[in-house]
């Protein structure tokens, strides 16, 4: 969910406006495509006087106090604020402004969405720049791992059965990797068909440190085990000596008896 700074204006003859600095937001982050109204519209000011015409529009959700509004926004200059909600969104919304009590009345139909939601700032919504330490140290990691895969002996591969020359190949997607912040993290998980893992930087030196081996993965796991229960020797006190068990990761792996 994107916070946006919004004007209530009842007196604004439309239903929702939105400035064009928020328009890379739009496009590059939500996805939103444009569409355009079949005749130009004349916008007028406060004050009577013709300002500007538009015909860009776009088609989103607002979560207004809770309550989800779908509504159009036109493209237009909304000065300092980033959306302005005039009269017709009240009207399709069934809101009334209290600004006695500075807040909004809904209708009792209106569902409420009490979910906690990631707010996401604008100036967080953009990829910050990899910084060239990190940068150097995973190429630096790829090179050993791509020079211990050549070092590797060589594996048969199975040859694939022609393609039909009626079906056509898919195109390789290409991979965009980067670092990103949390929020950016969030927004891709959530999207559909995408897919997420994790992996640190120890386990990769692992895997380097495997491969450089000549031994197998058992032995490796079992020299690790030895020592960690070493150092279990070392450090438990006495009178949890027979608790030694549950710092075992061998045992840790596995299903107690049922």
């Not at 969910?1 to 939500?30: K, Q, V, Y």
């Not at 779908?70 to 009269?87: E, W």
């Not at 500075?102 to 569902?111: K, V």
């Not at 195109?171 to 640190?200: K, M, V």
Request: hydrophobic share 35%.
């Amino acid at each position: 969910m994107l916070a946006a700074n919004a004007l209530l204006d009842s007196g604004a003859n439309g239903e929702a406006f939105i400035h064009p600095r928020s328009l890379p937001i739009l496009l590059n982050r939500l996805h939103l495509e444009p569409r355009y109204l079949l005749n130009p519209l004349q916008l007028r000011g406060y004050n009577g006087t013709n300002t500007e015409a538009v015909q860009e529009y776009y088609e989103a959700d607002l979560l207004v106090d809770g309550r989800r509004i779908p509504s159009r926004l036109l493209v237009c200059n909304t000065g300092r604020h980033d959306i302005i909600l005039g009269r017709s969104w009240f009207a399709k919304a069934n809101v009334l402004i209290d600004c006695k009590n500075r807040c909004l009345h809904w209708p009792a139909g209106q569902p409420y969405e009490a979910i906690h939601r990631l707010q996401i700032p604008r100036n967080e919504m953009f990829t910050s720049p990899d910084h060239p330490d990190h940068q150097a140290d995973a190429d630096r990691r790829d090179a050993q791992l791509e020079a211990l895969e050549t070092e590797s002996e060589p594996r048969r591969i199975l040859q694939r059965p022609a393609a039909s020359p009626s079906i056509n190949k898919p195109h390789a997607t290409p991979l965009d990797i980067s670092i990103i912040n949390a929020a950016e993290f969030t927004r891709a998980c959530d999207t559909q068909g995408s897919l997420y893992g994790r992996i640190n930087i120890s386990a990769i030196d692992r895997v380097i440190d495997f491969k450089k081996s000549n031994q197998s993965w058992d032995e490796i796991q079992k020299q690790e085990e030895e020592e960690n229960m070493r150092l279990v020797d070392q450090k438990l006190p006495k009178e949890y000596r027979h608790l030694k068990h549950v710092f075992s990761k061998k045992e840790g792996n596995q299903l107690p008896p049922h």
